[in-house]
């Protein structure tokens, strides 16, 4: 069955850290770029973060910049993504996605080839 799953959503007070990871079974992550999503109440998906197929290259979103970090260790078959200061406007359903490209240019609008089923960040005191 060829699936991403994430994993390492919680609750957790604003200041703190999580760490998210994304699953790959029945096809290896080698050749795809990898991209984290969030969708909050109320609002539309928006992308996060993208990991090029090799790691080499990654992206942003203003909003967690200097705050997420991306990696990848395509051996395992997994993309992780740090979220460290979470504040409450960081509360969403967090996804991972597949994009056959080796790059992250267009990650937001490419077609996703697989999508996880997400993951619940929720950032409260």
């Known amino acids: 069955q060829l699936q991403l799953v994430e994993s390492g959503g919680g609750l957790v007070q604003p200041g703190g850290s999580l760490r998210l990871s994304c699953a790959a079974s029945?096809?290896?992550?080698?050749?795809?770029?990898i991209g984290w999503f969030r969708q909050a109440p109320g609002k539309e998906r928006e992308g996060v973060s993208c990991?090029?197929?090799?790691?080499?290259?990654?992206n942003y979103a203003d909003s967690v910049k200097g705050r997420f970090t991306i990696s990848r260790d395509n051996a395992k078959n997994k993309v992780y993504l740090q979220m460290n200061s979470l504040k409450p406007e960081d509360t969403a359903i967090y996804y991972c996605?597949?994009?056959?490209?080796?790059?992250?240019?267009?990650?937001?609008?490419?077609?996703?080839?697989?999508w996880g089923q997400g993951t619940q960040v929720t950032v409260s005191s």
């Open positions: 996605a597949a994009i056959r490209n080796n790059y992250c240019s267009a990650y937001r609008s490419e077609r996703k080839d697989y």
């Open positions: 029945g096809f290896t992550l080698d050749y795809y770029a």
């Open positions: 990991s090029s197929s090799r790691g080499g290259s990654t």
